[in-house]
């Protein structure tokens, strides 16, 4: 599938680590980036490529890949985390030059 | 610090044309490397992608919306604009411009990811 997936909605207590994934054929061939959107905001990017933050991004914000999954990882989340998350990548059938997941919501208990 | 801007119409009557423009600062729009996107989000719901283009003009649009929508560049003016054609209430969403940076790697194909956004603009079709 030229989609990229993700799950709608994950929760994480406070000061734990929670993983957000996303599922594509693209991502065998194309690394994701990922981006926070809190409500009303425009989003931020937090992770691009294999593992790399932007400037001030915190480092409890990594990033991973494997097969056909990227996944973002938070390490001792805060209530500050609590947002929207979307992944993007490229598309591989060459018709979508890029592509969202369709977001998860991250609420932060 | 590079900043976009989103300028345009707020209300946009059915079979009309959306037309958008984001003034980029901070940074030359003509730099290598950096494509130049808009982005959109119906009420409630997740991101779209709506197209890119390079300070050449060369463009790619989301094939859900090629044959209504145009991205152009104006380089003397450090701008970039949309216009989607023949809008319906479907197309009530807000926009967003972004700056895209390419990153190349070896080993995969290169990585386009949004470095900088606008702040959004809230476009409403109605009659």
């Known amino acids: 599938s030229s989609e990229l997936t993700q799950d709608p909605a994950v929760s994480v207590a406070l000061g734990q680590t929670v993983r957000i994934t996303c599922q594509g054929d693209s991502l065998r061939n194309y690394y994701a980036s990922w981006y926070q959107q809190r409500p009303g905001q425009a989003p931020i990017c937090v992770i691009y490529g294999e593992n790399n933050r932007p400037s001030g991004i915190p480092d409890r914000f990594s990033g991973s890949r494997s097969g056909n999954t990227a996944s973002l990882t938070i390490t001792g989340a805060q209530a500050d985390d609590e947002a929207d998350y979307y992944c993007?990548?490229?598309?591989?059938?060459?018709?979508?030059?890029?592509?969202f997941g369709g977001g998860t919501k991250l609420t932060v208990l | 610090q590079v900043q976009l801007q989103e300028s345009g119409p707020g209300l946009v009557k059915p079979s009309q044309t959306l037309s958008l423009t984001c003034t980029v600062s901070?940074?030359?729009?003509?730099?290598?490397?950096?494509?130049w996107s808009w982005v959109r989000q119906h009420p409630g719901k997740g991101l779209e992608f709506i197209g890119y283009i390079f300070h050449s003009g060369s463009s790619f649009y989301n094939p859900s919306l090629r044959g209504r929508v145009t991205i152009s560049v104006d380089t003397s003016e450090n701008q970039f604009s949309l216009k989607l054609t023949s809008v319906t209430a479907a197309d009530t969403a807000v926009y967003y411009c972004a700056r895209v940076r390419r990153v190349d790697y070896d080993d995969y194909g290169s990585l386009y990811y949004f470095d900088y956004w606008g702040q959004g603009t809230l476009v409403t079709v109605s009659s």
């Open positions: 993007n990548s490229r598309d591989s059938s060459g018709n979508h030059p890029l592509r």
């Open positions: 901070g940074g030359s729009i003509s730099s290598g490397g950096l494509f």
